[in-house]
């Protein structure tokens, strides 16, 4: 059965993953994406535009499922190996920003975890942000 997770990247570096067809998650460390296997459904959720930057953004930017058995190891650049795992990313979609999240019942709860970089959700709450998402869905004013 399909697992449903959050990871928490700046939006610069969720569209490198998004154009490569990859993941990335805390840093590049194994575990976390270890912990996601084939078919689960990963939800990016990005608290800035650039990682060193402090222009905050507050949204959730892209969303895929998970198409490899394991985490594999790339060069990125010298001296700086990171994992990463194979994603098969949603498009087109737009940004959905926390306010439009804010009143599901499990909000709070996941807010909370933001810091944390990488950790799963319900399937409720992936498919209610995931909605706000697609682009065929009218935005409320």
Not at 35 to 61: H, V
């Amino acid at each position: 059965m399909a697992k449903f997770w959050i990871g928490v990247v700046s939006k610069e570096h969720v569209l490198r993953g998004v154009e490569g067809g990859f993941c990335q998650v805390c840093h590049g460390k194994k575990g976390p994406l270890n912990r996601m296997k084939k078919g689960d459904y990963l939800l990016y959720y990005s608290p800035k535009y650039q990682l060193n930057s402090q222009e905050k953004l507050q949204a959730f930017t892209a969303v895929g499922k998970i198409i490899d058995d394991t985490a594999y190891q790339v060069e990125m650049f010298e001296g700086f190996f990171p994992f990463r795992r194979d994603v098969s990313y949603y498009q087109p979609i737009r940004d959905c920003l926390i306010e439009q999240v804010r009143l599901h019942p499990e909000w709070h709860q996941y807010a909370s975890q933001l810091r944390y970089g990488h950790f799963k959700i319900s399937k409720d709450f992936f498919l209610y942000v995931f909605e706000q998402m697609k682009l065929d869905n009218p935005v409320e004013t």
